[in-house]
């Protein structure tokens, strides 16, 4: 049901460019099944549900601008494909395989979203502290694949002549501002996704007893990364529409995780609630001109 309503939203706005659209779908597609993988392969939600892809083709059709192939889509796939290989380092006696290509979807993605840079920090100490798996080959793999794509960029400038062209990510930031740049349907979006965020969290933080080790240390990952994005954007707003993407591919496992596995009244009642904001920001984004570029 998610992927019809995802594929019949996802023209929207009127006048976007139908080729770029197209191949948007088939990425955002291709992110589900990360995300299907690394619940399957982890068991993130430990009863049988597609909850976390389902949340994820939600959030992502209800903002225009995932729509087309650009940065914000391409960064989240990358991100996507990076938690998949770093999972699989859990208490690895060898993991400098998987650290060097989780490491790898991050350098890459720094292209598209800069602060996949330096979320190379965040990883080396999950792995430290949460995945119990990192040694010195892994700490060096990590770092390898995460400058093996500023080493061939900055290659092909060189070759092409463009060597004083170099850029790296964080040329794009901008001075400390702020969410009051942003336009409403913009910071409605933020605030929708951060509120069923932040619940989820709340709500995990206080049920993680019911989790095996190996899910309880994944979801931390996903919790820390997560609040460290809702910050970055509340500090970033420039970076709002590659964050926010961000931020959707992180939140929405915590979001599935929160509403597959609690059974309250309020869980109900919140589920409900969520859905007409959802509703809500989708036809802010979808339906009404855009207020806020950059």
Not at 14 to 37: F, H, K, P, Q, R
Not at 127 to 141: D, Q, Y
Not at 242 to 268: E, G, Q, R
Request: charged share 10%; hydrophobic share 55%.
């Amino acid at each position: 049901m998610c992927v019809v309503v995802a594929a019949a939203l996802w023209w929207r706005p009127e006048g976007s460019d139908v080729t770029s659209n197209i191949w948007g779908l088939a990425l955002c597609i291709l992110t589900t099944y990360i995300i299907m993988e690394t619940n399957a392969r982890q068991h993130i939600i430990r009863i049988r549900t597609r909850m976390m892809s389902c949340v994820w083709l939600v959030l992502s059709t209800s903002l225009s601008f995932m729509h087309p192939l650009g940065e914000p889509l391409v960064a989240a796939t990358f991100l996507c494909g990076s938690y998949y290989l770093l999972f699989r380092c859990y208490q690895h006696h060898q993991p400098q395989l998987m650290a060097f290509h989780s490491f790898l979807m991050l350098g890459i993605g720094s292209f598209f979203a800069p602060i996949m840079l330096p979320m190379a920090i965040s990883f080396f100490l999950y792995m430290v502290f949460f995945l119990r798996s990192l040694t010195k080959k892994a700490f060096w793999a990590g770092i390898l694949g995460l400058i093996v794509p500023l080493w061939c960029y900055g290659a092909w400038c060189f070759v092409t002549g463009n060597a004083f062209k170099y850029q790296l990510p964080f040329n794009d930031l901008k001075p400390f501002s702020f969410v009051k740049e942003l336009g409403e349907a913009e910071i409605f979006s933020f605030a929708v996704i951060a509120l069923l965020s932040i619940i989820s969290i709340i709500h995990y933080l206080r049920t993680n007893y019911d989790d095996k080790i190996r899910v309880r240390m994944i979801l931390y990952i996903y919790v820390s990364q997560t609040l460290l994005l809702i910050a970055f954007l509340m500090l970033q707003p420039a970076q709002y529409k590659t964050t926010m993407a961000l931020i959707v591919a992180s939140a929405s496992p915590l979001i599935a995780h929160y509403f597959a596995l609690s059974k309250s009244i309020f869980t109900t009642l919140l589920f409900v609630l969520s859905l007409l904001l959802i509703t809500m920001m989708a036809a802010l984004n979808l339906w009404l001109p855009p207020s806020f570029t950059f």
